[in-house]
Each structure stands twice: as C-alpha cells, then as structure tokens.
C-alpha cells in the first residue's frame, strides 16, 4: 500500500500527535500512476520521430485526483508495434500548478517520471495543505514509497537556501 506522499516526511515535525495525524493523511495515498493520463491544452504539436508531443496554452494535465496545469508541458512516450502511445514522462514548465483533494503546489518547473513513479517540483516551490504552507526550491516525491523531500538549495548548484514552514497547532479541547 502506498503511503502519503506529499507530507508524510513533514509528520517528524508536527507540535503535536494530533498535527502528526492530519499531516499524514494526504489525498495522494494511493494515488494510482497506472491510471490513464488525460491532457487538454489550446495546441499540440507532434514529433513523432521523437516520440514526443508537445502541448502548450493552458496545458490541464488529469490522472485520477492528480491535477497539474501549466503554460507547457512535453510528453515523452513510447509506441508499441500496433499501440497506443504510452506515457513515459511528462516535463511542465511555466506556472506549474499540482492539486489533488487536500494539497496545492506550485513551482516553475515539474518533472513526471510516470515509469518510476515520481514527481519532481523545481524553482521557488510553495506547497501548501490547510493552514500548513512549506517553500523551498526543489520537493521530490515518490509516489510508490511515499517518500517526499524538500530541499532548499538552488537546483544549479547555487548558493544554498532555505526551507521554511508554517504548521496548524491544534487547540485542546477540555482544557481551560
């Protein structure tokens, strides 16, 4: 089964049991990579040679309860003899935006390695569940583990940064 991938990682450092427990319970449980990949966009432009499209313009990018929208995203895929396409990768750039029910991210650009099973989140990364908002320039989740990491350094190899983070602290109830 797997785990909570966006937030499970951040659970170690919750204030308290409770915040544990609501940090933990992330919409991506679960998610299934397997499903199809549904994309709308205003144009799409074919290199079959390549075994990719490019799609631009509002690119809307749905599978199951993941969604992630961007200016631009590049769809590497393969095509069996006699197949469909299937999708390997999926590259966004461009007000990248990911949503499933209880998390929003944003980031500048977003890598989804569909064979391996993991979501890479690059440039000024916002990542926010309910009151709890997280930043940093680069958060990678693997959506089989449910492992998922934040890292504040600047992906070129930059000057180091920083990840910072505002937690809910759940009032107690019954006690004055």
Partial sequence: MRRA????????????PAAAQSL??????GHDSRAPIDVDADRIEVLEA???AIFSGNVKVRQGSLAIDAAR???AYDRPKGGDPVIRRLDADGDV???????EARARFAIYDVENRILTLIGGVELAR????LSGNRLTINLETGRSTLDGR???GGAPGRVTGRFAVPSKTGRP
């Fill in 24 to 29: 933990a319970a992330s919409a991506l449980r």
């Fill in 50 to 52: 390549a075994s990719e």
């Fill in 73 to 75: 995203i590049r769809v």
């Fill in 97 to 103: 935006r990911l949503r499933s029910p209880s998390e």
């Fill in 130 to 133: 309910g009151k709890e908002r």
């Fill in 5 to 16: 991938p966006v937030l499970a990682a951040l659970a170690l450092l919750a204030a308290s």
């Fill in 154 to 156: 600047a992906s070129d």
